[in-house]
């Protein structure tokens, strides 16, 4: 039969057409949604593993990690103010958290939607992973990171003292009366590391990297990824406590 000569056959062929387009543009939305979360948590990953590696400098002393302190706010003199490098930065990490976060929120708001009632008992055990670790890791990291940018950067909580010091800082911080302090901190960074394993995992996923072939390999550079950021940001804070370092 012919379509023109049929109102109704044309109708639903344009209904079709209109459907197909949607759902091309709703696919395109994801990806690229997924492309986002997967480049912004890149940089945070990036980030996570520099700044582990400034706190680790507090093994080497107070003159070493007020120095190390002191050089970053100095990158880009003359050029830059000081500081300079560090607002630029800190402004980067904001916009990357921000569209860390509303991927996350607008993709699990999607796959909520498009969720059929026949993979809830096959997809629980996944979701429940990615739920805690993911999902309210995430609102612990969020709450973290404001404790954490008031107690050791702008210095407007100060368990054991305000100082100028960034050394005196972090060792005042978590002296053993403080223990309340070191456990926000422990299991904040837990949640950092699972957050980071399954985050790798799934961006190597968006990527188009996570094939059969290669889901060993990946598994085992995430957790090893995920276990060396974990222990290197559990240590300072931890050989204070424990009167390691003073």
């Given at each position: 039969m012919d379509v023109g000569l049929n109102p109704n056959l044309k109708l639903q062929a344009v209904?079709?057409?209109?459907?197909?387009?949607?759902?091309?543009?709703?696919?395109?939305?994801?990806?690229?949604?997924?492309?986002?979360?997967?480049?912004?948590?890149?940089?945070?990953?990036?980030?996570?593993?520099?700044?582990?590696?400034?706190?680790?400098?507090?093994?080497?002393?107070?003159?070493?990690?007020?120095?190390?302190?002191?050089?970053?706010?100095?990158?880009?003199?003359?050029?830059?103010?000081?500081?300079?490098?560090?607002?630029?930065?800190?402004?980067?990490?904001?916009?990357?958290?921000?569209?860390?976060?509303?991927?996350a929120a607008v993709l699990t708001i999607r796959a909520r939607k498009a969720r059929e009632q026949r993979y809830v008992v096959k997809k629980r055990v996944q979701r429940t992973y990615a739920s805690y670790t993911m999902r309210w890791g995430g609102v612990l990291i969020a709450l973290f990171v404001v404790f954490h940018i008031l107690h050791l950067t702008t210095n407007d909580i100060a368990p054991g003292g305000k100082s100028d010091s960034p050394y005196e800082r972090l060792v005042n911080g978590f002296q053993p009366e403080f223990w309340y302090v070191t456990l926000f901190y422990v299991l904040a960074v837990i949640a950092v590391g699972f957050h980071l394993r399954h985050g790798i995992w799934s961006g190597m996923a968006t990527l188009g990297v996570n094939k059969a072939s290669r889901q060993g390999k990946i598994n085992a550079v995430a957790v090893a990824l995920a276990v060396i950021v974990t222990v290197g940001f559990l240590l300072p804070p931890l050989a204070v406590t424990f009167g390691l370092v003073n």
């Open positions: 209904a079709n057409s209109t459907l197909t387009k949607k759902r091309s543009t709703a696919y395109g939305s994801t990806v690229a949604l997924k492309s986002a979360m997967a480049a912004s948590g890149a940089i945070l990953v990036l980030y996570l593993i520099v700044h582990m590696y400034g706190n680790l400098k507090v093994f080497s002393g107070q003159a070493a990690f007020d120095g190390y302190a002191h050089a970053l706010r100095e990158i880009g003199s003359p050029i830059l103010p000081e500081s300079g490098f560090l607002w630029i930065f800190r402004m980067v990490l904001l916009a990357s958290i921000l569209i860390h976060i509303y991927s």
